[in-house]
């Protein structure tokens, strides 16, 4: 398994036009990271790079359930029919 190139932060406000460049093959992958007093995090990954997505105040993006998520996810083009949820964080 390769390990994932970080690179910089995404804000959500662009995400759709990130997700709808040309110049970016296959569907971008989004990763929620689970916590349970803060709600969900989003990120996304293109191949091997992942990009935590920001709120307009530079914090990370969160959704307070996965209901909500793909809620307004959904509104969005080429992202990837599956998400991910990682929960290592659920109890921290």
């Given at each position: ?20 460049d ?30 935590p997505?920001?709120?307009?105040k ?35």
């Open positions: 398994m390769r390990k994932k190139d970080h690179k910089m932060a995404l804000r959500y406000d662009a995400l759709q036009d990130y997700c709808d040309p110049a970016r093959t296959g569907d971008v992958q989004v990763i929620l990271y689970a916590h349970y007093w803060k709600g969900f995090a989003l990120a996304v990954q293109d191949g091997t790079t992942e990009h997505v920001m709120d307009d530079g914090r990370p993006y969160r959704f307070r359930t996965v209901e909500m998520a793909l809620a307004e996810l959904a509104n969005i083009s080429y992202l990837s029919d599956r998400i991910i949820i990682d929960r290592r964080m659920w109890w921290s």
